[in-house]
């Protein structure tokens, strides 16, 4: 049983930063694919970004490319989204999840996700 504890959210002014930490226990974090997901009340849970087992392989939604940067730290058993020039359009709620497949290149999919974290609630103010 893996769980996932996601933290980091908050209110941002556009332009702004946030960096999103999730935090894993129960299981061998080091051997799990991880991705970042979001959500808000009116659209389904779209993909945001992914990283390999290894943290060399990583994959990001094109809304986000060169904005968002996903991480880990192995040592730590977390995977971290650092958000820079925030905007409206981000607000969500950001769920982290592992894919334990070790599928490369990690999956866009959440279907290949198979823990997932309570969420994060990310709020951007135009």
């Known amino acids: 049983q893996v769980q996932l504890v996601e933290s980091g959210g908050g209110l941002v002014q556009a332009g702004g930063s946030l960096r999103l930490s999730c935090a894993a226990s129960?299981?061998?974090?080091?051997?799990?694919?991880m991705g970042w997901f979001r959500q808000t009340p009116d659209k389904e849970r779209a993909f945001v970004a992914a990283?390999?087992?290894?943290?060399?392989?990583?994959r990001y939604a094109e809304s986000v490319k060169g904005r968002f940067t996903i991480s880990r730290d192995n040592a730590k058993n977390t995977v971290y989204l650092q958000m820079n020039r925030l905007k409206p359009e981000d607000a969500a709620v950001y769920y982290c999840?592992?894919?334990?497949?070790?599928?490369?290149?990690?999956?866009?999919?959440?279907?290949?996700?198979?823990?997932w974290g309570q969420g994060t609630q990310v709020t951007v103010s135009s």
């Open positions: 990283i390999g087992w290894m943290g060399s392989s990583t």
């Open positions: 999840a592992t894919d334990r497949t070790l599928r490369m290149p990690p999956s866009q999919s959440g279907a290949d996700y198979d823990y």
């Open positions: 129960g299981g061998t974090f080091s051997m799990y694919n």
